[in-house]
């Protein structure tokens, strides 16, 4: 019986002790962190080469498959430079090779073969990148690339 | 010459080599000195699930010129790195002159890119060192 009674006098205490607490000592808690201007690129899907029925062209649309380039940039919006496409392999002489790119940020870019910059106004997004590669007399067989490299930097 | 172009149909590439990707910050940084090196700390990020090689290397400021900086040191030059690990690198430029503003890149990607893959990947930082006059 003495126990019950002192329990109950204990549970009486502790509002009155976290109220005195409160008002006296009031504190501000800060939580602190530093965003760096930092960089991300993956490609996500490497993309693949298909021939078209005719054996003349080489492309990521022709049964094969786009590369996806997703962007996770902190701190501020950065610029992707993308160099201008090249061909490797056993019939790359005489070929024309062109790269397209799009994107949901705002990359659009046409079959090309120069390079393309684009400037972010996001700080997250995934470009879609197709290739393709055309020669007149077609390709030998092998392995073929077509190969570009993105930079990302402010 | 048709046998040839079927044989190509097939063994044009499916490309499921290990994408390229690499992560650097920050993008810039500029800082001044009244010596002859300036040194600069950035963090390389493995943003791949395996353990994987990185080099970084210096290169001219404009974003077409690859010309190599054998003005900078970076310490280390090559890292490997575990899955979503990161590391500081110290990039110093070296020999400023007095009044001497010095601007460049330091670039990182993989060692080895894969092959097959469309898209190299790399991050680029500017980085600007000046000596006072």
């Known amino acids: 019986m003495a126990s019950f009674r002192l329990s109950h006098a204990k549970y009486a205490l502790i509002p009155a002790l976290l109220m005195g607490a409160g008002s006296a000592q009031a504190q501000t808690v800060n939580l602190i962190g530093t965003v760096v201007n930092l960089c991300v690129l993956t490609i996500s899907t490497p993309g693949s080469l298909a021939i078209s029925s005719n054996g003349l062209q080489l492309s990521t649309t022709n049964g094969g498959l786009p590369a996806s380039l997703t962007v996770v940039a902190t701190g501020s919006n950065p610029t992707i430079s993308f160099s201008s ?10 070929a024309t090779t ?13 079959y090309d073969s120069s390079g393309y910059v684009y400037a972010m106004n996001r700080l997250l997004d995934t470009v879609t990148i197709n290739g393709r590669a055309s020669n007149s007399s ?12 993105a930079t990302c930097s402010q | 010459m048709k046998a040839d172009l079927l044989t190509a149909a097939f063994a044009i590439l499916a490309m499921t080599t290990p994408a390229g990707a690499v992560g650097l910050g920050p ?4 800082g001044v000195i009244d010596g002859p090196r300036k040194a600069f700390s950035l963090t390389l990020y493995n943003p791949y699930e395996e353990s994987m090689a990185f080099r970084a290397y210096a290169v001219g400021i404009d974003n077409d010129d690859e010309t190599p900086q054998l003005r900078v040191t970076i310490l280390p030059p090559e890292n490997r790195l575990g899955s979503r690990q990161s590391r500081r690198l110290l990039i110093i430029a070296n020999d400023l002159q007095p009044g001497e503003t010095y601007r460049f890149r330091l670039c990182a990607e993989r060692v080895n890119p894969p092959t097959g893959v469309v898209i190299n990947a790399r991050v680029c930082s500017k980085l600007t060192a000046r000596r006072l006059g």
């Open chain 1, 98 to 110: 062109e790269v397209a790119y799009s994107s949901t940020g705002g990359a659009s870019h046409a």
């Open chain 1, 138 to 149: 077609g390709f030998r067989s092998g392995v073929y690339t077509i190969s570009a490299t």
């Open chain 2, 27 to 30: 993008l810039s940084d500029e």
């Open chain 1, 85 to 94: 496409p090249s061909l490797v392999g056993p019939s790359s002489g005489g």
